[in-house]
């Protein structure tokens, strides 16, 4: 049994609103009609391949008609794209906002990095296996597709920029360690938040504990000051 490092206690306070629910406050997107066409292919990608959504599928699904898709997407692919980052773009919220969180209520280290045992605990949880696998693919599809790859681009930054400012504050009021670029930790915590698929593919999945315990000494002993 590995010794925890909180000695039982919990975080101070609760960084995620909606428990990682990447279903729910889904669509981004202000026009009625086009958010009701991006929500259903949302739905549609987790049941289909994108190679098996059809126009008519989509049509015949949000009872939206063909000229109004025409109007606000250029093609189909465009649609498929378009749910592809409200999914991505959703991830980034619940990020974004978990950090902030934490850093808004947290007075002293040892609340921030409570709050950040909480985000290990939460972001490697086994059942979001699946969720890993649906962002590696939408970093895999920006190989292949210039357009998409733009797009996804100016979100990924987004994320990495916002990433970027929360620790450079915490930086500024003594809890992070300031001898470390602040945008190398906010790369860092995307890569290892993601980097769990490598276990996800396991025949023998690492212990789960021992796991978070290693990322948690990480924060505590590299990135926390004091």
Do not use: C
């Not at 026009?31 to 049941?47: G, Y």
């Not at 210039?146 to 681009?153: N, S, V």
């Not at 916002?162 to 809890?175: C, K, P």
Request: net charge negative; charged share 30%.
């Amino acid at each position: 049994m590995f010794q925890k490092l909180l000695s039982g206690k919990k975080a101070p306070v609760d960084p995620f609103e909606t428990d990682l629910d990447l279903d729910s406050d889904m669509a981004r997107v202000a026009h009625p009609t086009k958010s009701k066409l991006v929500e259903t292919a949302t739905r549609l990608l987790k049941t289909h391949k994108a190679s098996e959504i059809s126009v008519d599928l989509v049509l015949s699904e949000s009872k939206i008609s063909k000229g109004s898709l025409y109007h606000h997407f250029a093609d189909l692919d465009e649609l498929i794209e378009t749910a592809l980052l409200e999914r991505y773009a959703r991830w980034v919220d619940i990020s974004v906002g978990a950090m902030t969180q934490i850093l808004t209520t947290a007075k002293t280290s040892k609340e921030i990095y409570l709050g950040l045992v909480e985000v290990t605990r939460r972001s490697q949880d086994p059942k979001l296996s699946a969720e890993r696998f649906f962002r590696a693919e939408v970093l895999s599809k920006a190989n292949s597709s210039p357009r998409f790859a733009e797009k996804l681009q100016a979100l990924q930054q987004d994320l990495t920029d916002s990433l970027t400012d929360i620790i450079r504050e915490a930086q500024e009021r003594n809890f992070y360690n300031k001898n470390i670029d602040p945008k190398a930790i906010a790369v860092f915590i995307q890569a290892y938040t993601l980097g769990k698929i490598v276990d996800d593919m396991s025949a023998d999945p690492v212990n789960q504990e021992a796991y978070e315990y290693l990322i948690n000494t990480i924060i505590k002993e590299v990135f926390i000051k004091g």
